[in-house]
């Protein structure tokens, strides 16, 4: 009996250090978000030395010179380094069997059949969002400005929407624009990757809202013997806690 409460206690440390473990890990991770928008690595690249000009001994022939490889001694303007943003253009998600979107110079098409109710599902997609409505009638939507914040982004924006509607047989497509969009002050209407960042993720909003239950739930996969073997293989404790349910079962 001995035995077994200093294997019980000794498996339960285990488990708690490594849990403690595990906790700190996700906190870090959750906290700093920055490795979505920067480039990994360091930045000694930056500080090279100059290239020097070639100096060619006299009485030694070289080839014709070419431009294949030419280096640009011009200074770069622009962020370079982990103040360039690397994250890749946000893409327009559809939710809706029958239906497509597409984006283009800040804005997004979308048409689906008009059984769906996806427009009358907007107001309350963007209620959810906080963003409130300056104005709505049965073919135009206008919101107010609406603070946004995003989880890989430092600051919050300001930014409001016009959406539109326009019925066609038994379908309707609905376009969002932007009407404003700053951060901190700054005008970001002229950058296209904010804007499609904007624009976009309303939209892919407005789709996880109305997204019909079966894409809501995930499918239950039942496990073959390889994932099984895997997953024992992903936990090197599982026999030790094994063990102890055991133990404990037969303790009752």
Known sequence: MLNKTVLKSNAFKRIAILSAFASIFLVGCSSDQNYKREVDGNEDYLNSPALKSLVIPEGVSVPIEAGDYYVDKNNIEGIVGKQLDIRPPTLPIPTISEAFVIYNHGMVTFNAPVSYGVWNNIPSSLNKQNILLSSSDSKTIKTDNA?????????????????????????????????????????????????????????????????????????????????????KESDPNKDLKEDLKDSIRKDR
């Open 147 to 231: 603070v946004i914040i995003r989880q890989d982004e430092q600051q919050p924006v300001r930014a409001s929407f016009v959406i539109n509607r326009q019925i066609i047989g038994e379908t309707e497509t609905i376009t969002i624009v932007l009407n404003s969009l700053t951060r901190g002050g700054e005008d970001l209407m002229s950058q296209p990757i904010e804007v499609q960042r904007y624009v976009v993720g309303l939209f892919n909003q407005i789709m996880d809202d109305v997204a019909p239950e079966s894409l809501r739930t995930v499918p239950i996969k039942e496990k073959t013997e390889e994932d099984k073997k895997d997953s």
